[in-house]
């Protein structure tokens, strides 16, 4: 049986070439009854668009790109799946592509790559949003882009983000509501410049609730697992120790908890652990990490949706798109240990 041709869906459902080639594409404004009609026609024939004369017909390769330099496997795998959602059904692939934000020839990598793959639009992640000269550079060659939490230029193009340092705010001031006032706090990688917001909510706690911000409660991490680990060590040598840990990523969170079993220390009775994000990895813990959940994929989602509203000529206005967090309080943090009495003390 010869493979039926857009001739023959046409003549089957009884419409123009042009329109079944509108249906294919999922292009708007074409009416839904005659929608239903060609798509009844498609599977009735069993018709494959040929996806190369798809491409060719309207100058476009279908392919978006994603770039991300994001060290954590779970951010990675959340902003895959949010933006596949949406881009699949709206028959456009999806290119991922890692990047080292700090080489030097990144920005000729990612224009070769556009070039080379003929992609159609942009998702940038942290910290490749904060990135000018990629930013400046897509700019140019007036590629479609939209970026996912930008600190910097953010009128350069659309954007989302989330409430990070408010998200903050809340998760320090629940802590300081359960007794805590020596609460360590572990930066994100100083590259993600996102991230450095997590810190401005917790300085803007404590200073709220007149604690004392101490340098010596705040250590500098990298957003992973091994990075929290080391942190933790360094905070949990204090004396007084800190009886609450607030952690950037979940990652390092993860880090603390080891480290604290390792060192005999019961959580959340001798210490709490906080952590950010809600990856899979704060459920898995033992105990179960309190933690602010991000909409990572409900941002990927958003971003998806501005960038395939440019490709359609659409105009995308600023300011961005924000999507708040939320506190989840798990098993992971408690009342603040109390002080023990010493016997005979007058």
Sequence with gaps: MAKATIDDVAELAGVSIKTVSRV??????????????????????????????????GNRSYVLGLLYGNPSANYVIDIQEGVLSICRPQGYDLLIHPCNHRDENLTKEIIDMIHQKRIDGLI?????????????????????????????????????????????????????????????????HPDHLAVSHRYEGYKAALIENNIPLSEDLVEQGFNSFESGEACAR????????????????????????????????????????????????????WPSLSTIRQPIQQMAKKATDLLLKQLRGKDVQLPA???????IMRDSTGPAPKKKSVIGSN
């Design 24 to 57: 294919v594409n999922k292009e708007p404004n074409v009416r839904p009854e005659t929608r239903d009609k060609v798509l009844a026609a498609i599977a009735e024939l069993d018709y494959r668009p040929n996806l190369s004369a798809r491409s060719l017909a």
């Design 124 to 188: 940038l992640t942290p910290p490749l949003s904060d990135n000018l000269s990629v930013v400046n550079a897509l700019k140019n060659i007036n590629i479609p882009f939209v970026r996912v939490a930008p600190t910097r230029n953010k009128d350069a193009s659309p954007y989302v983000e989330t409430n990070d340092e408010e998200a903050s705010y809340d998760m320090t001031c629940q802590l300081i509501a359960m007794g805590h006032k020596r609460i360590g706090f572990i930066c994100g």
């Design 234 to 285: 360094n905070l949990l040598e204090r004396k007084p120790r800190p009886t609450a840990i607030f952690a950037a990523n979940d990652d390092m969170a993860a880090g603390v908890i080891m480290v604290a079993h390792q060192g005999g220390i019961k959580i959340p009775d001798e210490l709490s652990v906080a952590g950010f994000d809600d990856t899979p990895v704060a459920h898995q813990l």
């Design 321 to 327: 798109s924000m999507l708040s967090s939320s506190l």
